[in-house]
């Protein structure tokens, strides 16, 4: 049998976690994935280590300042970009057949779209591109016949559960989400939670900004819209469960009755694998579920009292249209803020809702709505004294 | 869109428990399942009351006795055939598209292959068959071409977790057990267990035969050999966990460490209705799984030497050729032994072994072969005392 030809990669965001876990998987399979492409933010040692493993034909940086440090320490090695147009243009070109994008919040929107129009399959852990722009989006995917993965656990489960189903003929979907590391914290104790604790996840190990929403929950919250826009299922159709261990990535309920789950021990590598390899399943070394040592797997309802965020996530989706662009904007800045120590852990759904409530839904957003209204939830929410460092921030945040 | 066709079943022993489910589907899908043949063993008066509802063409009955009985009774209503023979002529004929077998034992081995050489879809839930016959019969489904859907929640489960995923890439099949109502039974108190409580299983209602399987384990080994039958997957990868809520009904993983698992609440109807309606997934009534009110799935190791009969199967899978049928024609006779009262319950896995022990195992079997090795087991095991009444049994044990 002939060997299948080697997949072209090119990696947005290969510097933070889901993209070194990226790289472990092409080091897996060095005949069948090529990496042609690496962009990072400021992490341009990371990135000349990158290089010189894997041999990409081009690089992208955050912008002209590191992309001159970047062309000095790789001179010979490989061509070097920079910004949002070096991003743009990379994931054109034609020696790339699928584009890994591990980018962090809004800022992976325009790099998305312009690979689907270049006719690019994408392995997407970039959820946020799917919350704010999901119905642009979609449709892109649709006209220009691209193949979109989700690289993210628990969607990939449902890929994977929906595999020979109709997709037309799902019951319900049931996101698991371990329920952070405040799950069992009382309310009243939330005014007091440090960086360092929400920083400081139960199964998974993270980005900062994705460790955050993931104990505010979030994480879960978008991914619901992120389910809506993959699968077409409506809001009142997705549930949330709280699974602790993390073992059940999601589930799908068909119609009869029968339920499929897709499970393994925490670890993104998989979901990667998956995307970049389907439909083959290869042989990885990714460590086995053990069921005699496991044990058990609990369950349990979502508190929505004590997690506002994933209620504002449900109530955003049901608006639609503009509502949730806002909400993700609102909860980039919030979350900034957080992190940065300006604002407590309770004080990131107060700002959301206020953003949410302040807002005038809009529908049938063109690219260019979607980035005035996300631009102007940000500064709302910023506030004004707050207002341009937020916005040099945004600048400075493609990559993780 | 055309209405799919109608699908007109032969329902092999549809006065016992898994028959009655299986009329209870036909129920909801009037238009697309019809009932053409209707088979049982004596109760006469539960087969004339699903002749006045379901109109099949004709009805089997245990023998010439019953049939004169059940010929006055329904006299102008349909046809009656008795015995084995009236079996085999039923599942041949023209008006039949998918034979469901709901034989207990290795009484169904003979209409299961009459009806795959007639070119049937098999619907069986006679695990028994492909332990005795496996080899034989699932030549007989690739050389005829037909479909075989197991009927019980573990192997339909892995089915529907096989559904668009390739069949030769399985790494390992977890099949899960309930554990019976003797799990958490100390050895030492085996003695003294009684048909009553053995007959008591926590999660299923089954018929008597199969539910004295699950209470030695028995029938967890039945469903390893029938899965290596029906999916190719070798003894050492078919692994069994006790799972006692038995909300998971068996899973598969695959090379890439990705497991998937079907779960449902336990309930016949649904296998029942997969086999019969695959490849849809109509809209079903069955009850649907709460997570949130669920609490909790618990596994745990099987004790293979409080429960040896497990142990028992995976030796004569291992050991290939004639010993599953071994297997089950000691097991047949003990359980039969047990449930009259005649052995108690540590004597069954002890007569099996027995009679396993004293086997020189034949390879390339024969029907004939099969049939020769079933009788001499039971006479063996019978014991000569008891050698007599065991044949009269067999002769009337065909259905349930």
Not at 54 to 68: G, I, K, N
Not at 334 to 355: G, K, N, Q, T, Y
């Amino acid at each position: 049998m002939a060997q299948p030809p080697q997949r072209r990669l090119a990696i947005l965001g290969s510097t933070g976690s889901i993209g070194c876990s990226t790289l472990e998987v092409v080091r897996s399979f060095p005949k069948r994935l090529a990496v042609n492409y690496l962009t990072a933010n400021k992490n341009i040692d990371g990135l000349m280590e990158q290089v010189r493993e894997f041999h990409p034909r081009a690089v992208v940086v955050l912008d002209e300042h590191s992309a001159s440090i970047a062309r000095t320490k790789l001179e010979g090695l490989t061509e070097v970009l920079a910004g949002e147009e070096g991003l743009i243009e990379i994931v054109a070109r034609g020696d790339v057949d699928i584009v890994l994008n591990a980018l962090v919040g809004f800022a992976g929107l325009k790099p998305t779209l312009a690979a689907i129009e270049a006719g690019k399959d994408i392995a997407l852990a970039n959820k946020e591109t799917l919350v704010v722009a999901g119905e642009l989006l979609t449709g892109k995917v649709k006209k220009h016949n691209v193949q979109l993965f989700p690289v993210d656990s628990e969607h990939s489960a449902i890929l994977q559960c929906l595999r020979g189903e109709e997709v037309t003929n799902i019951d319900r979907l049931i996101l698991t989400a371990s329920g952070g590391p405040f799950l069992h914290l009382e309310k009243e104790k939330f005014h007091a939670i440090t960086v360092q604790g929400a920083l400081n996840h139960p199964t998974w190990k993270m980005g900062r900004k994705i460790t955050i929403d993931s104990a505010t929950l979030m994480n879960k919250g978008l991914e619901v819209i992120e389910a809506f826009w993959l699968f077409g299922v409506p809001a009142d159709s997705i549930e949330v469960v709280i699974h602790p261990q993390s073992i059940i990535h999601s589930m799908v309920e068909f119609p009869d009755g029968s339920t499929k789950a897709q499970m393994g021990i925490p670890d993104m590598k998989l979901p990667i694998q998956y995307a970049l390899m389907y439909p083959e399943r290869p042989v990885s070394n990714f460590q086995r579920l053990d069921f005699s040592s496991l044990q058990e797997m609990t369950f349990l309802q979502p508190d929505m009292e004590k997690f506002p965020c994933l209620d504002l996530a449900y109530s955003a989706l049901r608006a639609g249209g503009s509502a949730p662009t806002v909400l993700n904007a609102a909860n980039e800045v919030a979350v900034r803020m957080f992190l940065d120590e300006e604002i407590p852990f309770s004080s990131i759904p107060r700002l959301i809702e206020e953003a949410l409530s302040q807002h005038v839904v809009e529908q049938n957003l063109t690219l260019d709505d979607i980035v005035r209204i996300d631009t102007e939830t940000r500064a709302s929410v910023g506030g004004a004294s707050t207002d341009v460092r937020t916005s040099q921030r945004r600048a400075a945040s493609f990559h993780r």
